[in-house]
């Protein structure tokens, strides 16, 4: 009976006030600045609170709003409908300073793995309202707890306005970065049989030597039950013995990549399997295709020098267009990586959905070797569908 009386989450929020803080170089200031926050699930919390949120500039009437939908894949939709109005008041101009505004009474909660769009307006008239900067990274911030992502910076006086303030135009521009200051608490998952796995290395040693203790006649721990072990662990912050949110997202890493390597080679065992068994059974369709053709059309065995010929003729001609190919696919290349190159302030249509990237990149390179080991296990599957697909054709004919 006690076990179903252990919490699952903490029913507090820790007193350390989290700050996350970005770059400012006061590239523009304008109307207003959207951008996605998006709660990791690295650690074993249960949710996130930003309780506020500051910014600079000439500030005056200023509205923050926050996405209605769970679950955005990807998408944020700059239509007033699918928003959240959660603060307004008017503030003097801080044009050095950040001017805290106070969610606290309507904060914004983020559980793991969620991302929201939050969007911050001012329908004070000119171009001096709140400060953004270029974006010059993937992320505008990343902690242990929260990533801030680039976002969309809004050039009308009206909160979702699609016309700008000189009338013409698009009222959005996209690869811009929030300035300012978040304010955040976490609310932490607290340890059960369950949770075992979401702590890290060290908290699941811990727990295993002390039942591995209690098991000993000669320790103290003997004498205790089950539940007051429990309960024990479950009082016990995730970091008291020492782990990190570092050693935790490598650990994570570390299973993930082995978890994907033993798809892949499961992957790489049933296309080897299926391309020997489709190899065979082409091979003696061609064969007797070829002998039934030979009957029909009457070709003999004699013309086959000739065929080679051919043959040999056709390949130096191929090889010579597959150097012409090459040459024009570099072009298109090229054409396609100068029109995909990056242009400052350009025009976006406010029906266009904000389109956001939150997956987590690593520094050290991994990914891209995992990247291409997916591509090749890709272009395999794709070969093999390619063979059944001539397989079931001549097996129809």
């Not at 590239?27 to 207003?32: I, R, Y």
């Not at 009082?235 to 990549?257: A, F, G, P, Y």
């Not at 059944?388 to 097996?395: N, P, T, V």
Request: hydrophobic content about 35%; overall charge negative.
């Amino acid at each position: 009976m006690a076990s179903l009386t252990r919490a699952t989450k903490a029913n507090y929020v820790i007193h350390d006030r989290i700050e996350a803080e970005t770059t400012d170089r006061e590239d523009h200031t304008f109307c207003g600045i959207m951008f996605p926050v998006k709660c990791k699930d690295i650690l074993p919390i249960d949710h996130v609170i930003i309780n506020s949120v500051s910014v600079r500039g000439a500030l005056g009437p200023l509205t923050v709003w926050v996405t209605k939908d769970e679950n955005l894949n990807g998408e944020i939709s700059m239509s007033k409908k699918y928003w959240t109005k959660i603060y307004e008041k008017t503030h003097t101009p801080s044009f050095v300073g950040y001017k805290e505004l106070d969610l606290s009474a309507n904060p914004v909660i983020l559980k793991p793995g969620q991302v929201k769009g939050v969007y911050i307006h001012s329908t004070r008239r000119g171009d001096e309202a709140i400060v953004y900067d270029n974006k010059e990274k993937q992320k505008t911030h990343d902690d242990s707890f929260i990533t801030i992502l680039p976002g969309r910076a809004h050039v009308s006086e009206k909160v979702f306005g699609s016309i700008p303030i000189w009338g013409w135009g698009s009222a959005w521009r996209d690869n811009r970065e929030f300035v300012g200051q978040i304010k955040y608490g976490t609310c932490h998952r607290l340890w059960n049989p369950s949770e075992n796995l979401s702590f890290g290395g060290n908290f699941r040693t811990a727990a295993r030597v002390l039942f591995m203790c209690q098991r000993r006649p000669e320790s103290p721990f003997s004498k205790l039950p089950d539940d007051c072990l429990f309960f024990i662990l479950n009082m016990m912050r995730w970091d008291w013995v020492n782990d990190t949110s570092d050693d935790i997202r490598m650990e994570q890493k570390s299973l993930r990549r082995v978890r994907r390597q033993q798809l892949i080679a499961e992957a790489d065992a049933m296309l080897d399997e299926a391309e020997m068994e489709d190899a065979g059974v082409v091979e003696n369709a061609a064969v007797h295709n070829e002998q039934d053709n030979d009957a029909v059309l009457g070709v003999d065995d004699d013309d086959d020098d000739d065929d080679d010929e051919a043959v040999e003729f056709m390949d130096e001609d191929s090889s010579d267009d597959s150097e012409d190919g090459d040459s024009s696919d570099d072009s298109d290349e090229e054409s396609a990586a100068s029109d995909e190159q990056y242009h400052w302030g350009d025009h976006v249509s406010s029906r266009n959905a904000f389109v956001y990237n939150d997956n987590d990149t690593d520094s050290d390179g991994s990914n891209s070797g995992e990247e291409a080991d997916e591509a090749e296990r890709r272009r395999r599957s794709a070969m093999t569908r390619a063979r059944r697909s001539i397989l079931q054709f001549l097996r129809t004919h």
